[in-house]
């Protein structure tokens, strides 16, 4: 059984780590056949009109699996994100981002192991900014009941299938008494459904930053509004070893996205060095999301393959240089692929 999916480079690092990652793939058995699409500067790069090409939009929509590279959005002006319209054309609600300790990443500490959910959909993120006056800028927090209580459904629905134990939220509803209210309110509700099964707290963010850094081990699954979900996934990623090994999956609707944390990197780009780590977790959370949904066990061995492949490139000091090493992003590659050469050798 194979299995079409988009590639979408994306910028900057991009096109290092996809490639990295397709040759990995590849090397492990993943029997996936890429139709590759363009999106960010690099479809202006190829031509197309926009940044979010439509062509690209129907791809993932046709085929309902993508593996995306990040994507540059300007800062302080210029075309929005392209991330964030992704998002919202596909439904793409609910973002995924496990945080996990790795062998031979040493950090201030070990056994990390938990998962920040974000609503990918709305809150600040809906992007409605407004010059009221000269001087004066309003910028809408969007917080929908049907959002909410969707993204609190995925959450514990997530967290149950994956066997969490607990679900903290994280909010600033002492302030934003309405919104992020409401926010809370869904997640107290939807927990009624689980309580016999996963554990429900609250925490106000700032004090919850405070706790994450002092003692990551004490959580389990973070469930945010979409704001604080980018913010606290860089904090989380900064737990276990930096951006290069923390990826994530983007869910609903019809299609999943999958992508790592990270964004495009300029100030690396072009020069090899980047950790794919990201990106090949993230096509590791892809195999694993075909097994599941398409029942393609061979998808599941490649996963596992992948991953014993990368621990064992990790602990035996293969590593890109944000991780201490000296390997560059091709290099690391052909580490992976020659480990799991051996470990087809030996079963
Ligand atoms: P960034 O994640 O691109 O980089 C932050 C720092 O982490 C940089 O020092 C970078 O070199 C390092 N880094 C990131 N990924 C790495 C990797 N795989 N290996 C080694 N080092 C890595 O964040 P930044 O600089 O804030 O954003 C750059 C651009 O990326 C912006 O245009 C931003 O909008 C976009 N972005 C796109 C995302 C996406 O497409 N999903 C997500 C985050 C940012």
Redesign the pocket.
């Known amino acids: 059984m194979g299995h079409t999916a988009v590639l979408i480079p994306?910028d900057g690092?991009g096109p290092e780590?996809s490639e990295a990652t397709k040759r990995i793939l590849a090397a492990a058995g993943a029997q996936i056949h890429w139709i590759e699409r363009a999106a960010g500067v690099a479809a202006l790069d190829q031509g197309a009109d926009s940044v979010l090409p439509a062509d690209t939009v129907n791809a993932i929509l046709e085929h309902k699996i993508a593996l995306k590279g990040?994507?540059?959005?300007p800062i302080g002006g210029g075309f929005s994100?392209i991330?964030v319209a992704l998002r919202k054309k596909l439904n793409l609600y609910g973002a995924v981002r496990p945080v996990r300790s790795l062998d031979g990443v040493p950090t201030r500490y070990e056994n990390v192991d938990l998962i920040v959910i974000r609503e990918n959909t709305e809150g600040l993120y809906a992007g409605i900014e407004n010059t009221i006056t000269e001087g004066v800028i309003t910028s809408l927090k969007v917080a929908t009941l049907d959002a909410c209580r969707r993204i609190a459904r995925f959450a514990f629905e997530y967290a149950l299938t994956r066997g969490r134990k607990r679900i903290t939220v994280f909010h600033k509803a002492n302030i934003m008494k309405l919104s992020d209210g409401l926010f809370l309110k869904c997640a107290h509700e939807v927990h009624d459904d689980y309580s016999n099964d996963i554990a429900y707290d609250e925490q106000i963010i700032d004090a919850g930053c405070m706790r994450l850094v002092q003692d990551p081990g004490r959580f389990d699954v973070i469930l945010c509004e979409n704001l604080y979900g980018d913010v606290i996934s860089d904090l989380c990623a900064g737990l276990v070893g930096g951006?290069?090994v923390t990826p994530g999956a983007n869910f609903g609707g019809d299609a999943a996205v999958f992508?790592?944390v990270?964004?495009?990197?300029?100030?690396?780009a072009g020069q090899g060095v980047?950790?794919p780590l990201?990106l090949l977790m993230s096509g590791v959370m892809m195999l694993r999301h075909l097994a599941e949904t398409r029942g393609d066990e061979t998808c599941t061995v490649a996963a596992d393959r992948i991953r014993e492949a990368y621990n064992a490139c990790l602990t035996s000091g293969h590593k890109?240089r944000?991780l201490g090493g000296t390997l560059g992003t091709s290099e690391f590659a052909d580490a992976v692929c020659a480990q799991l050469q051996r470990q087809g050798a030996v079963r």
């Open positions: 994306g690092i780590v990040p994507c540059t959005t994100s991330n951006l290069g992508e790592a990270h964004g495009s990197a300029p100030d690396i980047a950790n990201a890109t944000d």
